[in-house]
């Protein structure tokens, strides 16, 4: 199983960025997708997941300013995000989790976020 994040970059603040993440060797459409983050200096944490059928869950930091989206045809999950703030600056990381709930099965190697004030 591979997960292929990119899309991230240096972006400013108020800024918007789109994450993707590209699926392969797994049955896609029966995974929770998921992204979590990493900030300098501080332990990963959720940002937001999407389940088989669409339902989606975000973390309050990134409630109404993020979007997560998934493309079954095309392997795909994405993350939308608005209104970016320094405190957004992290590694992103896609992820993936065959059980509606617990551990993430596979993580993808991360992708560099960087919100300038």
């Known amino acids: ?3 292929q994040a990119s899309g991230g970059g240096l972006v400013q603040a108020g800024g918007s960025r789109r994450l993707s993440c590209a699926a392969s060797g797994l049955t896609f459409s029966s995974y929770v997708m998921a992204w ?3 900030a300098p200096g ?5 940002v937001a997941s999407i389940f088989q059928i669409g ?3 975000y973390a309050d ?3 109404g300013r993020f979007t ?11 993350l ?3 209104s970016l703030n320094p405190e957004d600056t992290a590694v992103y990381y896609c992820a993936a ?3 509606l709930a617990g551990d993430y099965d596979f993580w993808g190697q991360g992708t560099q976020v960087t919100v300038s004030s």
Do not use: C, G, P, W
Request: glycine content about 0%; charged content about 30%; overall charge positive.
């Open 1 to 3: 199983v591979q997960l």
């Open 36 to 38: 979590f983050r990493q």
């Open 42 to 46: 501080k332990e990963r944490e959720f």
């Open 55 to 57: 339902s989606e869950s």
């Open 61 to 63: 930091s990134v409630q």
């Open 68 to 78: 997560i989206s998934r493309d079954n045809a095309k392997n795909m999950v994405y």
């Open 80 to 82: 939308q995000m608005n």
């Open 97 to 99: 989790r065959k059980a």
